[in-house]
């Protein structure tokens, strides 16, 4: 029987295996959506990954990831523009519920991240038309204020939709429990967000996390009280799968097939 | 002459000196103030200290530090509190400027985050009669949320702010940069605070952070706006000196004497 309320993001077994391995796996595990990365998409080739995913009959729950609009230059900036535009048609190609955005940080050298936000704003602002004509909606995912400087400058849900609110279109965000769980304003947020919640990602902040990046933990294994987000996230519109997504350096050390089980057994037991 | 626009937290040279090594250093290189920790004073005995610490002449623009309110049960909370009562005699013992508070994690085992800033509530609300009396104040320092799980529950400025208008009392908040530049909300809420700003401190969050304790940068070295926090905080109605607080392993590693200078030559030119 196939968990259809539960995605894997591919980043979470992309040490194990290629994009058709892991689309395998997921099959044979019940599991019942992925969410890719570009670049396993281009290792594959796009044509070939898109007949994959289509034949796998999973659900895809996203592609990750445009963004990194801010860039130190008017041609750099406008190189990001052109990125998020095929990023947009590979979306669109594997059917993806949303292209997720990651912001992006700080030009090289600067200190002003206002002006990094104004460029994220406008970069997105340049997509949303051929977003609107391909059918692919934007999400918006805020990072954890940790990744303002080198990652992404978008770090509250607040923030987030108060780029939606501004730009409108078919924009919203992902909710990423690693990301937001530690916001007082969390609650009202979500609420605020309602429908326009893309995607939710789940994952657990370990309370001794020893690395910036690759210290994600297992969901169960941490503090972000799982059960209660969803159940804000669900309250608020979203009907659509939990997607893991775990980037951990002892997690890839596993067998790829050893981290899907505990995905699924984690995913009935404390999602 | 004597720079009275900066002090030196005591944490930023702990590896290299004692309390009485430091304070001699901090006279010796001209510094206007210094911000000890507890367990400094404990460490030379807190007589001696207060006397050194007179003697010298440094304005205590601090003491590091009370608060680490949540606890598994009643008891754990109740001597919580007994512990921020003897901080806030020491604070008064010093004549510094403020007991900072830095409000505690998450109790071990919980998920629950809004319950631990209940009880960080509660614990200030039981010391302020007791701040009230001796005359210090007490200043709610929010850290960054990576530190919500095992540090400090209050992770920005909002927050802190909430709890002081609902407390009243002497109470105030730090504005240490390195834990709100990313805040999409600091002009707004740096203004807010106005004259309950009772420390600002100073330091830098460098673009590629590899430890999440122990690698903050020297002022200059990062991507934070220094003197346009500095500017808010001033316009806000701030008029102390300027603190600096660099947990390092690479400054650790730094002879002492070369840290002063480096902090000196930094406020000069970037702060």
Redesign the interface.
């Known amino acids: 029987m196939r968990i259809d309320g539960l995605s894997i993001n591919l980043a979470t077994v992309r040490a194990q295996w290629s994009l058709r391995e892991a689309v395998a796996a997921c099959v044979r595990h019940g599991i019942g959506g992925i969410d890719p990365w570009r670049d396993q998409l281009a290792a594959t080739g796009l044509d070939d990954a898109r007949r994959i995913i289509a034949d796998s009959g999973l659900r895809v729950t996203g592609l990750c990831r445009g963004g990194l609009f801010p860039a130190a230059d008017p041609a750099g900036r406008a190189a990001a523009i052109d990125e998020n535009r095929r990023a947009i048609d590979e979306a669109a190609a594997i059917a993806a519920d949303c292209l997720i955005l990651v912001a992006g940080?700080?030009p090289a050298g600067?200190?002003?991240?206002a002006g990094a936000?104004l460029m994220v704003e406008e970069g997105i602002a340049a997509i949303l038309p051929q977003a609107r004509a391909t059918g692919v909606k934007l999400a918006i995912e805020p990072l954890?204020?940790?990744y303002?400087?080198?990652r992404c400058?978008v770090?509250?849900l607040?923030?987030a939709l108060d780029i939606c609110d501004r730009l409108r279109g078919d924009l919203g965000v992902v909710v990423d429990v690693y990301h937001v769980?530690?916001?007082?304003?969390l609650t009202r947020q979500i609420a605020r967000a309602g429908r326009r919640i893309l995607a939710h990602h789940v994952n657990d902040?370990?309370?001794?996390?020893?690395d910036?990046l690759f210290d994600r933990g297992m969901m169960g294994d941490?503090?972000?009280?799982l059960r209660q987000i969803r159940k804000l996230v669900e309250v608020a519109g979203y009907g659509g799968p939990q997607e893991v997504e775990i980037f951990s350096h002892a997690w890839s050390r596993r067998s790829g097939d050893d981290v899907l089980a505990t995905c699924i057994e984690r995913f009935r037991t404390v999602c």
Chains 1, 2 share one sequence.
């Open positions: 940080g700080l600067s200190r002003d991240i936000r954890h204020p940790m303002a400087a080198d400058c770090n509250t607040a923030h769980w530690w916001d007082p304003d902040w370990l309370r001794s996390t020893t910036l941490g503090v972000i009280p």
